[in-house]
Nanobody, 127 residues
Framework: ERKLVESGGGSVQVGGSLRLSCTVFGATLSRSCVGWYRQAPGKERQGVGSIYTGGGDGSINYADSVTGRFTISQANGENTVYLEMNRLQPEDTGRYYC??????????????????WGQGTQVTVSS
């Protein structure tokens, strides 16, 4: 059974940084799309970014709201994808989820494309 586990969330002040991890169990990350999403209370889940682990041009994409501040990566040989978040703002507050599908990535708005989701990790940014 495939399972995703997020970690690394916490509370930071404006301008701070966090690094989230998404570890996959029961599957490999070979040639898969891993998406990062977040959901604030009372709001819809929105895409943050995605990475296609099969590589190639355009394999990493970001939402406009996080471009230049967030970085998605995967260390070679690891079954973990990272979301490095810098210059955090209060509007970045929410529960962050990772999701997996063993196919190429599609635009982030198609969140139902993913077939496995983690339980999420909370990120709170205070001023």
């Amino acid at each position: 059974e495939r399972k995703l586990v997020e970690s690394g969330g916490g509370s930071v002040q404006v301008g701070g940084s966090l690094r989230l991890s998404c570890t996959v169990f029961g599957a490999t990350l070979s040639r898969s799309c891993v998406g990062w999403y977040r959901q604030a209370p009372g709001k819809e889940r929105q895409g943050v970014g995605s990475i296609y682990t099969g590589g190639g041009d355009g394999s990493i994409n970001y939402a406009d709201s996080v471009t230049g501040r967030f970085t998605i990566s995967q260390a070679n040989g690891e079954n973990t994808v990272y979301l490095e978040m810098n210059r955090l703002q209060p509007e970045d507050t929410g529960r962050y989820y990772c999701a997996l599908v063993p196919r190429s990535c599609v635009p982030l708005r198609y969140r139902h494309y993913f077939d496995v989701w983690g339980q999420g990790t909370q990120v709170t940014v205070s001023s």
